[in-house]
């Protein structure tokens, strides 16, 4: 995304804009970017796409800037691919307003998150969108015209949802493979309220729970062994999962690590048809999930940790409700600071085309949850 914008004050009004303020935006273009200018054939393509939406900020009926957010057909995320104010009204907050402005078009064409990339040497640019709630997550090298680097932002949308503000008790995961065992922390947190997690609990159920080894060192769990682990500590679970397991063996190369958790996950899997856990050799869908928490059920979700941690490795969040056409989601891998700790909460609403695209993993698209029931087992 190309940037060219000033400190500003005062609010605008945004609209969408029409064919009739193309020569104003081209005069825009112009003055803002020396480089890198979209055409006139660009600009008059972009304007009737249903891939892109161009929202132009008036003050007093002068058009002075612009954002255009593109969409891509199959995918929750949108881009905002250029923003730009005309010199003379800088000063006036038209950056954050228009930033605004793009989000919330995202959002109304379901997207979850929105992208964006900024001239390294931009310095206004990345501190705004820093402000505003961006995280660095990749760079492309000699992006622009002068071959300056850009870096890449992304930022997760999400409506102000009350629900999110009573939220269960986060917990963040301490390690790279412990996504499980800190949604097992949540699920006990959420059926107990006095439920009060030691510093050992995390690689406790860890131990209990895992059995897949990475390429990289200790790997994480798969869903009967989540089950299993929640129903020994007290928990009413239930697993729906797309097809029957093994699971996760493409995750490791070695011969022998894929045999021993071939013996775990069978040992786990004859564990829960013993303790008498629900087993479904099928996908929890849409209708099928919005009943369970209309029934006060939550659920631990294996989600792609590509979209979620930038690896392309199996990843677990803590589902706790829905807001409307939302999911409300515990995402354990949130920020953390040189000790170990969390710097933030990842906890957002996620719009229900976007969580049915997150929630699969591998080529297989292997869809898991595993369902917990309020109140801890007598």
């Not at 730009?84 to 000063?91: D, N, Q, R, V």
């Not at 949308?157 to 999110?164: F, T, V, Y």
Request: net charge positive; aromatic share 8%.
């Amino acid at each position: 995304m190309r940037s060219a914008l000033a400190p500003q004050q005062h609010a605008a009004q945004v609209r969408p804009a029409q064919a009739s303020d193309l020569a104003t935006l081209m005069a825009i273009e112009e003055r803002a970017f020396a480089t890198d200018r979209i055409s006139r054939k660009s600009f008059r393509r972009l304007l009737g796409s249903r891939h892109a939406a161009t929202l132009v900020a008036e003050i007093g009926g002068k058009l002075a800037g612009y954002a255009l957010v593109l969409f891509r057909a199959g995918t929750g995320v949108a881009r905002l691919y250029s923003i730009a104010i005309a010199p003379e009204f800088s000063g006036r907050r038209l950056g954050p307003r228009l930033v605004e402005a793009a989000e919330q078009a995202a959002l109304a064409r379901g997207a979850g998150r929105l992208r964006l990339e900024v001239h390294e040497a931009n310095a206004h640019a990345l501190a705004l969108y820093r402000r505003l709630g961006y995280r660095e997550f990749g760079r492309h090298e000699h992006y622009y015209e002068d071959k300056g680097h850009a870096l890449r932002f992304e930022k997760r949308l999400a409506p102000a949802s009350p629900h999110l503000r009573d939220a269960p008790p986060y917990f963040h995961q301490t390690t790279e493979f412990t996504c499980g065992p800190a949604c097992m922390m949540m699920a006990l947190a959420w059926a107990d309220p006095a439920y009060r997690p030691t510093a050992g609990d995390e690689l406790k159920l860890w131990r209990e729970a895992t059995t897949i080894f990475m390429t990289s060192g200790p790997g994480g769990c798969e869903p009967f062994g989540v089950a299993v682990t929640l129903k020994r500590h007290g928990l009413a679970s239930e697993i729906y999962v797309s097809r029957a397991g093994p699971y996760f063996l493409d995750t490791v190369r070695q011969e022998d690590q894929r045999r021993v958790m071939r013996l775990a996950q069978e040992e786990f899997r004859r564990e829960a048809e013993e303790l008498k856990i629900p087993i479904h050799l099928a996908s929890l869908g849409e209708s099928a999930l919005i009943e369970t928490f209309e029934q006060g059920v939550a659920a631990i979700v294996l989600v792609s940790g590509y979209r979620m941690v930038r690896r392309n490795v199996p990843h677990w969040v803590f589902v706790f409700g829905r807001d409307g056409r939302h999911i409300l989601v515990h995402d354990p891998a949130a920020p953390r600071d040189a000790h170990g700790n969390a710097t933030g909460q990842e906890t957002y609403a996620v719009p229900l085309s976007e969580f049915d695209r997150m929630a699969r993993f591998g080529r297989d698209e292997l869809r898991a949850a595993v369902l917990i029931r309020k109140g801890r087992l007598q």
